[in-house]
């Protein structure tokens, strides 16, 4: 069983930045894709990156592309979110969440999910 702990969210205004971090338990942590996903109010959880179990492949949301930058140290069973130039619409709950094997874009593949961490973009 994997568990997930988000931390780093806050306020912060519109250009700033943040670091979100996601500390996992178990031993065989470097099996899992993670991902990171975020929900606004009163809309869907929605994709934002995600990271293969090795850290060799990324992906990320349009939206984020080249302002969001995941990254993982499995030394440390840890997955962050490094998110710069941030805008009032990223302002979200983000979640970290975990799946066996390959890593996909897809919210229903993620089996483990954190609590979520806040982040309010203030224009």
């Known amino acids: 069983q994997v568990q997930l702990v988000e931390s780093g969210g806050g306020a912060v205004q519109a250009g700033g930045s943040l670091r979100l971090s996601c500390a996992a338990s178990?031993?065989?942590?470097?099996?899992?894709?993670m991902g990171w996903f975020r929900q606004a109010p009163g809309k869907e959880r929605e994709f934002v990156a995600v990271i293969s179990g090795s850290g060799a492949i990324t992906a990320y949301a349009d939206s984020v592309k080249g302002r969001f930058t995941i990254s993982r140290v499995n030394a440390k069973n840890t997955v962050y979110l490094q998110m710069n130039s941030l805008k009032f619409e990223d302002t979200a709950v983000y979640y970290c969440a975990a799946k066996y094997g390959v890593a996909t874009m897809t919210r229903t593949d993620f089996t483990h999910w954190g609590q979520g961490t806040q982040v309010t973009v203030s224009s």
């Open positions: 178990g031993r065989t942590f470097s099996s899992y894709a």
